[in-house]
């Protein structure tokens, strides 16, 4: 069973930045598509990236496109995401699904494996 495991949250000032990474301890996530949710209190789950296994396509929600990255370091067997131009309202529980068939989903439920998050804080 596949396991995943986030990390590199913290609190971050507005207008910083924070790199969070996926991993996992079984498997290789290079064979899986792998995307990053997160929920706030209060507020419905969010899926903001994915990459595919297939090409590693990536894809991105309007609300962090332009300031977030995603990217496979292949030799760490890691998933991690680039967040740029942090805003307070980035402040969320962040995690990582994967989906064994290497495609992309729209909502956790759809992937086959996801871990407990990692939570984000911007705020000065």
């Known amino acids: 069973q596949v396991q995943l495991v986030e990390s590199g949250g913290g609190l971050v000032l507005p207008g910083g930045s924070q790199t969070l990474s996926c991993a996992t301890t079984?498997?290789?996530?290079?064979?899986?598509?792998i995307g990053w949710f997160r929920q706030a209190p209060g507020k419905e789950r969010e899926e903001i990236s994915c990459v595919s296994s297939m090409d590693d396509t990536a894809v991105y929600s309007d609300s962090v496109k332009g300031r977030f990255t995603i990217s496979r370091d292949k030799v760490k067997n890691t998933v991690t995401l680039q967040m740029n131009r942090l805003k307070p309202e980035d402040s969320a529980t962040y995690s990582c699904a994967a989906d064994l068939w290497g495609e992309c989903k729209s909502t956790l439920q759809q992937y086959d494996f996801w871990g407990q998050g990692t939570q984000v804080t911007v705020s000065s």
């Open positions: 079984h498997g290789t996530l290079e064979y899986y598509a």
